[in-house]
T-cell receptor
Framework: DAKTTQPNSMESNEEEPVHLPCNHSTISGTDYIHWYRQLPSQGPEYVIHGLTSNVNNRMASLAIAEDRKSSTLILHRATLRDAAVYYCILRDVMDDMRFGAGTRLTVKP | DTEVTQTPKHLVMGMTNKKSLKCEQHMGHRAMYWYKQKAKKPPELMFVYSYEKLSINESVPSRFSPECPNSSLLNLHLHALQPEDSALYLC??????????????FGQGTRLTVV
């Protein structure tokens, strides 16, 4: 039983914003929402994480629903380098860092 | 130094061979992870070490044997593997298991081919 649900794939045009959704309806009060991405032929890399409030960093923004049952990763201006598989992960008290299927983002020039 | 270094980058081994994968980090992290990733699939958790002790074993076959000799090093010993074990093996580290508000760092992986 998956802890998170993401669309299999999404497309974006270069220099346009991208909103990547994630559903996590069974989230518990202590679960942190983490996003990682995996570029082709590389290991996953950290993007952003949050608990309850929206978060911004140099790579992206994370918008968390008020009930915490969903979140959205926002890339403000997609570049070709952002083409990757994006994973939404709940880190719980067991901290088992389990990956769901992820969303494959294609960025078109 | 925010790197997780995995060696070797590529490994080809026969089904009767014994080999080891190595993972090293010098960030002072006390949680380390092994993942297996098949092509076009997400990483699958194999093992988690916390303070050099095995914390999670995802019912991985005994032909995979993890070892954490010190706080900087994580090994995965391989013996009598099958061709279906061919995959990318990823190592990751995190400040502490349960430090949920911190990021994990991943290595670039070892591409293993079993012939």
């Amino acid at each position: 039983d998956a802890k998170t649900t993401q669309p299999n794939s999404m497309e974006s045009n270069e220099e346009e914003p991208v909103h990547l959704p994630c559903n996590h309806s069974t989230i518990s009060g202590t679960d942190y929402i983490h996003w990682y991405r995996q570029l082709p032929s590389q290991g996953p890399e950290y993007v952003i994480h949050g608990l309850t409030s929206n978060v911004n960093n140099r790579m992206a923004s994370l918008a968390i629903a008020e009930d915490r049952k969903s979140s959205t990763l926002i890339l403000h201006r997609a570049t070709l380098r952002d083409a990757a598989v994006y994973y939404c992960i709940l880190r719980d008290v067991m901290d088992d860092m389990r990956f769901g299927a992820g969303t494959r983002l294609t960025v078109k020039p | 130094d925010t790197e997780v270094t995995q060696t070797p980058k590529h490994l080809v081994m026969g089904m009767t061979n014994k080999k080891s994968l190595k993972c090293e980090q010098h960030m002072g992290h006390r949680a380390m992870y092994w993942y297996k990733q098949k092509a076009k699939k997400p990483p699958e958790l194999m093992f988690v070490y916390s303070y050099e002790k095995l914390s999670i074993n995802e019912s991985v076959p005994s032909r995979f044997s993890p070892e954490c000799p010190n706080s900087s090093l994580l090994n995965l010993h391989l013996h009598a593997l099958q061709p279906e074990d061919s995959a990318l093996y990823l190592c990751a580290s995190s400040p502490r298991q349960g430090a949920l508000g911190t990021e994990a760092f991943f290595g670039q992986g070892t591409r293993l081919t079993v012939v």
